[in-house]
């Protein structure tokens, strides 16, 4: 039985995720990286790489695929709290100091499902 080797999953910390932001808004505003469709040219997550390494010496996220996970999680979290706090959603606040959708358990569970 063959089994595939994965590369370990990686665990972002927080200077890695706020440097990550940061690299992502920079890259927007350099010319030449957005397609005319609003997209990112390819070659985007090498250079997101590049740019996180050159900001965080430290930083371990080598893999364009960990930068292409972690977008797609930004991605469904960002559209979960658009649909919560959209018109069809009612009952869920926003708390600008903790920085977090409140509601009641009840409704979050129901909406949940």
Not at 25 to 46: C, H, I, Q
Not at 51 to 61: I, N, Q, S
Not at 68 to 78: E, Q
Not at 86 to 93: I, K, Q
Request: aromatic share 8%; net charge positive; proline share 4%.
């Amino acid at each position: 039985m063959t089994t595939l080797s994965r590369a370990p999953k990686h665990v972002w910390t927080k200077e890695e995720e706020d440097t990550f932001v940061e690299c992502l808004v920079d890259l927007v505003s350099m010319e030449g990286w957005k397609s005319n469709s609003g997209t990112f040219r390819p070659g985007y997550l090498a250079q997101l790489v590049r740019m996180m390494t050159k900001k965080l010496p430290g930083c371990r996220v080598r893999a364009t695929t960990a930068i292409d996970c972690r977008i797609k999680t930004l991605k469904r979290t960002f559209q979960a709290i658009v649909e919560m706090r959209g018109p069809a959603c009612s009952g869920f606040d926003c708390n600008d100091d903790a920085k977090c959708i409140i509601t009641e358990k009840e409704l979050f569970d129901n909406w949940v499902r």
